[in-house]
Structure formats: C-alpha cells, structure tokens
C-alpha cells in the first residue's frame, strides 16, 4: 500500500502557441495554478513452486487537473476541470516444466472529468488522457539450453465513450475499434555475446492506432497506420 502527492504544471505549451497578438499574455488565457495530485495505490503479490499471481489497484485524483480537448479545427483547447483516475491489473506466470512458461496480464483504466468547472464528473477522460483496456498473453519456451523464445499476443479493445456529448461546441464522443497484434522474439546467449531475433506483428496485420481512431479531427499528418510485419536482429555483449 502507499500514498503520495505530487504536482506539475498544466501544459503550457498548447497556450503558448496561441500567444500570437500584442497584449496577449499565457496568465491572461490560461490558470498556471500547478495541478495537485493525491495518489493511492494498494496491491497484492502471490509466489509459488510452479507460478505467480499479483494484482493492483490505484485512484488518483486532482481538483484541478488539465484536461485537452480537440476542436473542430484540430486545435487543442484546454479545460482547468477536476479529474479522477482509478485502474486495476491483474497479472500471472504459470510454468508447467523448467522450460516453459505461460503468463498473462489484463490492466483497465477508468478516467472521469467534467464537461466544465463545477460541472458533475460524469464525461470519460478522453484517448490523449488513458488508454483502452489491454490484454497480454503469452509463453517462454526454452528448446535447447541457452536459448528462448516468446510468443506474445497483445489486444487493445474496443472503446466508445461520452456519446453525444459536448463541451461546448466541441464534440467529446469518441470511438475506437481494437486489434490484436502477435510478436515473436528469440534469443541465444553465447560465450561471445547474446544473438536476439524478434517479428513485430507476426500476422502483419493492417491496422489504425488507439489515438488516431480515437480524436474526432482526422489530422492527415498523424491518421495513418501501424506499423507492419517488421524484423530486427540485435546482438548484446556485456563487459
């Protein structure tokens, strides 16, 4: 268990840019109070023989914490509202032989906020703020000694938040349609070194990211896909 607080400064950078007329000023556009956040966090952790298991749960949360929100134009406009973050994982490892392992790890975040200040919390924090719920999968193999190869499956799934509502005139629904991505990775330690070779989305999969699926303005510049079928070798050697 533990609890902290902490803070930092809003992000000044988007108001920056708007600071483009004489007599203009960031203080005048924009509150710099600094965001306070009060954190909370407990979990829980289990080891055996043949596996592990843990699991967490954490809530945060700021009376005044920076919330950005695209508009129509593709400008990013920020709202000085409260914002509350609260998420779980869970996570395991089960290995059956010395050889080989399987784990897994499921982890959800739950953002809310206010359309405006001393309005109720009841809008989801948008993509730029958390992400969607997330799956991994996955197993270790050792076929000769020395070696390793994981196989690894990660899904990201759907999410469609504040349907039909607005902060103003800027439109708050967002919609996002998950994938699934496989990896591959083996590696071989020698006396000269470690040899790796890795296969990003194995099954080469099209797809759109979380982040441009999610935002309503479709910025030419940032809506584009992810990355294909794509292979790496490394070779490590400490000293």
Known sequence: MSSSEGFGLPDVGVVLRGVNRPG??????????PVITRNQEIGINWRGARGSAG??????????????????EGLGVLDRVPTTVRGWEVSAEF??????????????????????????????????????????????????????????????????????RTAGPINLEEHFDGYTLADLAGTWDTDWGRFGLGIENLADRQYIGYYPQSVNFKDPLSYFAGRGRTFSVSYTRSF
């Open 24 to 33: 203009q000023s960031v203080d005048g556009l924009f509150s710099l109070q």
């Open 95 to 164: 290995r059956p032989t010395t050889t080989l392992s399987a784990f897994g790890t499921y982890a959800r975040t739950m953002g809310r906020t206010a359309a405006a200040a001393g309005a109720p919390m009841d809008l989801a924090l948008g993509a730029r703020s958390q992400g969607p719920d997330k799956l991994v999968l996955g197993a270790n193999w050792q076929p000769l000694p020395r070696t390793q190869l994981r196989l690894q499956a990660t899904r990201l799934a759907d999410r469609d938040i504040n349907i039909g």
């Open 55 to 72: 699991a967490s749960f954490y809530d945060s949360r700021s009376k005044l914490g920076t919330v950005m929100r695209i508009n129509s």
